[in-house]
């Protein structure tokens, strides 16, 4: 009945998460209410709140020089945040590898003397570019550690003497990183932390300043960060499932045990398609994302028929982004191992049966 | 074991809505996941965010000169928005009446000439200022509808040839109302709409222009129309649970029923507190809210016993806000009946107990 759900994000969720929050929906630790209905002022919710802080800072073990904001607008908020919070001098250099961080570059514009550092457009993003003249009076560098549309990642982060902000929505708690390498992280919850409608951001405390004069009061980190992510209403229930599903992580070992699961996962993915002449991923080898996994099959017309007949299979939303073209297999944390067998198993069908 | 909860927001929501949404929770119509993990993209939740926009048209009555559009950051996303996006002129007017029509204020100035009309702070927001010098070159005047701490209420809409911006979180769908007395409505979910995480906006065609350039991109009406509210992922369980609310107020007669019972809600509550001498509302008679009720006992020591054993007897979030004190009972669209007169049987009995 439940089917694997390679989405990009919103997608799958740990099933013993879902069914906690389902058993609880109604009445939430006998408070005769629902976490949906509670005031965020309540003791319920306040619990709820921090203990979903306290275990993003365990899990990704940040330091009390940084701070943890649960805020609202997906990381596309932060396209502006960043600049509107942290421009000083003015200067911020980016790097380009896909589509998000380049709606961040262009976001960022408006506000200073924003520099493309480099990009990988001329290889349709297929490589994350190494070879990196970055200004040394600038605020920030910004990069995005995943790219979910293309399948690359950062799997050095680059050398820079300013804070780097890092948009880390499709690789957030899949694998352990240094905290200390960064100045921002962002994240979308959708993909490894939550449903839609979270975003979070650990912010480096000598980084929290009053920004520029026009930043949106919402987007203030210093506001949100003196008001401990409650300067508005937040997305009580999204933060809840966050809550839940790093309970989740913690018992499963942590990240570092995810990080294992995930490279399995995705090796088994890669050494198939590797050994295959169907199959094809045209992402250099050492830029691969452990999270998306973008291929394609010898042509368009059999791309199209494969995302059909796997969907019938149960293995839904396997159509890569219009951008790229083809298939992509979103493998998060939530993706059991045995989805990706199912699918390695059904791509050793279709081919049998599609040879051309 | 269900408890009435007078919560300002987030707050009660209808229990059948609750009921459905856990019975699906696991497996929505028959897709083999969660609406939580559910790809913005697919299908399944197009039919969701489709009907949702659809049924608050239908329920509001909105024009098709009006755009309605389902976005994130709360309602406080919005004050700053309404500038960044309505600014032409670069001259506003503001009618202070409460918390969040301030903080409104406050969050316009920083980007044009923006007038203080009127305020009710010198009663401490018990009223609603009538005599007002609107000026006639703006480019829309602002006022908040219902004020949640305070309790109060326009019930009539002051004429001004600009658009009108309005305020509606804590009053949307709780009565009926003439979309086209305004140019842009806006409101954040938690109260009479949804669990938090979602903010309507109703916004008439001819102000969805390119807006101020500095605008943040997600804060931009025209990206978000033209993307249909899915320029970025959407908070797809929030707006879910909005529509299966919307479905249910349909069902039940629509807003002309609703308001119906609200009114028969209140208006029990208020005939209690005017015919006793133990409590106190303090807002003009004519100004008063029909969803927040602030009231006091004679003393605060009796007003802080009051709150601590009405929840005790299931009654819960009765505190008033910080800035008022006292007591407020919020009885939205999802309170019932049932609820208030359980709350006045309370109020007798604690009159009786306390008198002094």
Known sequence: MRVYNFAAGPSMLPLEVLESAQRDFLNYNNSGMSVTEMSHRSSYYDDIHKECISLIRELLN???????????????SQFEATPLNLLKKGRADYIVTGNFSNKAYTAAIKYGDIRLVASSKDANYTYIPKDLDIRSDIDY??????????????????????????????????????????????????????????TLVIVRRDLITDGLAICPTIMKWKTQSEAESLYNTPPAFTIYMAMLNLR??????????????????????????????????????EDRSMMNVPFVTPNGELDKKFVSEAATAGLVSLKGHRLAGGMRASIYNAMPREGVVKLINFMTEFEKNNKL
Chains 1, 2 share one sequence.
């Open 62 to 76: 940040v330091g009390d020089n940084y701070d943890v904001l649960l805020l609202q607008g997906g990381a596309s």
């Open 141 to 198: 560098l910004h990069i995005c550690h995943n790219n979910t549309i293309f399948g690359t990642r950062f799997t050095e982060i680059p050398k820079c003497s300013a804070p780097i902000v890092c948009d880390m929505s499709s690789s957030i708690l899949s694998q352990e990183i240094n905290v200390n390498d960064f100045g921002v992280i962002y994240a979308g919850a959708q993909k490894n932390l939550a449903p839609a409608g979270m």
């Open 248 to 285: 989740h992580i913690k018992k499963n070992g942590g990240v570092k045990a995810v990080q294992v699961y995930n490279e399995e996962k995705a090796g088994l993915l890669y050494a198939f398609i590797d050994n295959s002449t169907f199959y094809t991923n045209k992402v250099v080898k």
